[in-house]
């Protein structure tokens, strides 16, 4: 069932485009082990071993915390429609801030938010394919439009004060690089 592989190929990276939500898992060697939903067309791949992905403004900002400590970093996408499939992205992660030199090219691959924070490039190390049987089938019925609405309303100067005040810490202490 499970096949291991030492690169997205071009069948994997056509699922991956097709998916609407995938989950990031991130640890470090102390404290919690983190695993998030994202969405809102903020993944690319951009070579066979390389994944980039455009981090939102959140409630916390864990994976960054972990990436400074320990850059092992997990994607996982799941099929929810009939033809059922997990695929995991394994690799290392470097986190890549607004100041970063490659922030305006990296950047320029999703649609602008104002809520962008970090970009993680991903160096993929191993990927794996495995059946999926046991993921229920739904629907996709759209974007939540709340965080747009919540990064308009703050504007860049109050996204960055939140950043600030929650984002610079993660929930074990440790800092974020903020």
């Not at 791949?45 to 970093?73: D, Q």
């Amino acid at each position: 069932m499970a096949k291991r592989l030492a690169e997205i190929t071009d069948e994997l990276k056509a699922f991956i485009e097709r998916q609407r939500l995938f989950f990031v898992a991130t640890a470090d060697a102390q404290g919690r082990v983190n695993v998030s939903p994202k969405g809102a067309d903020s993944l690319r791949v951009v070579a066979a071993n390389r994944v980039l992905w455009l981090n939102l403004t959140g409630s916390g900002n864990e994976t960054a915390a972990h990436m400074l400590a320990n850059n092992r970093i997990t994607i996982m996408f799941c099929s929810f429609d009939e033809k059922p499939m997990i695929l995991r992205v394994y690799g290392s992660g470097q986190v890549l801030h607004r100041q970063h030199e490659d922030w305006d090219d990296l950047a320029g691959l999703f649609p602008p938010r104002t809520g962008a924070r970090q970009i993680f490039d991903v160096a993929v190390d191993l990927v794996q394919t495995s059946c999926g049987f046991q993921v229920p089938i739904y629907d996709y019925v759209g974007e939540r439009d709340l965080l747009e609405q919540w990064e308009t309303n703050k504007g860049e100067n109050g996204i960055e004060r939140y950043w600030s005040e929650k984002n610079s810490t993660s929930l074990d202490g440790k800092p974020t690089d903020f």
